[in-house]
């Protein structure tokens, strides 16, 4: 969490001291210690209207005092998939070891109740950004609804929107603000090269319904499907690799993250004629019958931008093709790890590319997030920085994947990597699986199918060729 928000807990413990409340040593109980915790730390998803069970009763609530001081012991609430102890992340939420320990003394002592007094005012949000203050608004769905699958539980839904604009623009920063909180469950963007939206609405319009299934990102499903995929490549020689290649993560939204302003100076690049496929993922079973409607997604957007930069999809594409490739294949009752990694240096082309920075301006990169993307079937996962020399500092590990808690971890100080040591440290993620079924299960697009990604957003300091000042590296 950021220190603002712990500081502000344990000056309330402080008060509490003062006004001859119980400390952290003397018993705990639910109304004095426990509740205030549930009210900052839980209740942005537990209320009525909110994306989980409601606490606003208190008394209710206290009813399932064991489920909460279990799941808040096993760090499962609240969710947050970053392992302690390796990076420190913005807007992290998980819980401080002496909230931790407050709870554990509470259940230790019976779940004391205490004498029931009124809720304390909730601490700000660590992700609100109250001043965030968008300039372009695109709607989703102009003019009609989704009724998400309502035979599945989930349901993973693309939509194409044109991006406005006849000058190349940065976004800065975005927040999803979805129709229908009790149905959507999260948002993500992908952004698409200039003058491809065209073969995007092909595949749209070969669909019923507005939109498309894309359970594996911002691809139909269906081009998964071995004579479809023959099909589409009938048409279009190398059409699968070319759409891949295509689009690219732009932004995302989850429960709790009201607007996400991407680090200071930095935005990335989006040319007239782009387009946007926005991957919405239902939850139909909290709302039967319920449509989304006026999902709409807002931008900040400047001119231009001091370090430019890119979202990076790491993965390796003929695991995407496993039935056909053979190299991502997790055997009935298996356990199976996959690594893949990147040379910085490699990562050059590419990088300029997108940024429209030329290749020998370049003097560092900046390493800012990580963010590992599984299916079902992940266990567990890391992303790490390893330099020739052996030594391995890691960006993200991930002990107990969960598909819904995917997010960016944002590091609160990026890495920053001059270009002089580009060449000797690889970007790698390292994906577990197991598969408790009694079928083999293939790397692919579709959702019994299993992915391995690692999205990093980097940044490009550059410079003239000549006669700038060297960027200093880590070592
Ligand atoms: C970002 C939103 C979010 C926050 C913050 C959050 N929860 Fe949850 N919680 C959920 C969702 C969604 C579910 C239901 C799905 C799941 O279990 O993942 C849930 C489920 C639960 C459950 C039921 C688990 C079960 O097995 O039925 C408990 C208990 C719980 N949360 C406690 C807490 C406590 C205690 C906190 C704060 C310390 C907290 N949650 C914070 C979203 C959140």
């Not at 030329?358 to 330099?387: K, P, Y």
Request: hydrophobic share 35%; aromatic share 8%.
């Amino acid at each position: 969490m950021p220190p603002h928000t712990a500081v502000s807990r344990l000056v309330g413990l402080a008060l509490a001291a003062l006004a001859g409340l119980p400390l952290p040593g003397a018993a705990q109980d639910y109304y004095a210690d426990v509740r205030p915790l549930l009210v900052d730390a839980c209740m942005g998803c537990h209320t009525e209207g909110g994306i989980a069970w409601s606490m606003d009763d208190p008394e209710a609530a206290y009813e399932r005092h064991r489920l909460i001081a279990r799941m808040v012991d096993d760090r499962r609430m609240p969710p947050w998939l970053a392992e302690p102890g390796h990076q420190t992340y913005r807007g992290d939420r998980s819980l401080a070891e002496a909230e931790l320990a407050l709870v554990r003394r509470w259940a230790e002592a019976g779940y004391p109740r205490g004498e029931p007094r009124p809720d304390p005012r909730p601490a700000p949000a660590p992700d609100g950004h109250p001043t965030f203050a968008p300039d372009l608004a695109l709607d989703v769905l102009p003019g009609q609804g989704y009724l998400p699958d309502q035979d599945a539980s989930d349901d993973y839904r693309c939509f194409l929107v044109d991006w406005t604009g006849d000058e190349p623009a940065y976004v800065t920063g975005f927040r999803a603000d979805p129709g229908n909180r009790n149905v959507a469950h999260h948002v993500v963007v992908y952004a698409v090269t200039p003058g491809m939206m065209d073969r995007y609405r092909e595949l749209e319009a070969e669909e019923d319904g507005p939109g498309y299934q894309c359970f594996g990102g911002a691809l139909p499903d269906r081009l998964g499907q071995r004579d479809v995929r023959a099909a589409y490549e009938a048409r279009y020689p190398d059409g699968l690799r070319q759409m891949s290649n295509s689009n690219f993560w732009l932004a995302h939204w989850a429960p709790g993250m009201d607007g996400h302003v991407f680090p200071e100076g930095t935005g990335i690049r989006m040319d007239p004629g782009s387009g946007l496929v926005v991957q919405m993922h239902y939850y139909s079973s909290n709302a039967p019958g319920e449509r989304d409607r006026n999902t709409r997604l807002d931008f900040i957007t400047a001119p231009e931008v001091e370090r430019p930069a890119i979202h990076l999809a790491q993965t390796r594409g003929d695991w995407l093709v496993s039935e056909r490739s053979g190299t991502m294949v997790i055997p009935p009752g298996a356990r199976r790890s996959f690594e893949v990694g990147d040379r910085l240096g490699s990562l050059l082309g590419y990088v300029s590319a997108l940024t429209g920075v030329a290749q020998d301006r370049i003097q560092a990169l900046e390493i800012h997030s990580a963010n590992l993307h599984m299916h079902s079937f992940g266990h567990s996962g890391e992303v790490t920085l390893t330099w020739d020399t052996g030594q391995v500092e890691t960006l993200l590990s991930v002990p107990r994947w969960n598909l819904a808690w995917q997010r960016d971890f944002t590091l609160t100080e990026p890495k920053v990597l001059g270009r002089d040591v580009l060449d000797d440290v690889r970007l790698a993620v390292r994906c577990t699986y197991e598969n408790p079924t009694g079928d083999v299960v293939y790397g692919g697009y579709g959702s019994l199918e299993e992915m391995c990604f690692n999205f990093s957003y980097i940044a490009v300091r550059s410079g003239t060729a000549a006669g700038s000042p060297p960027v200093p590296s880590p070592r």
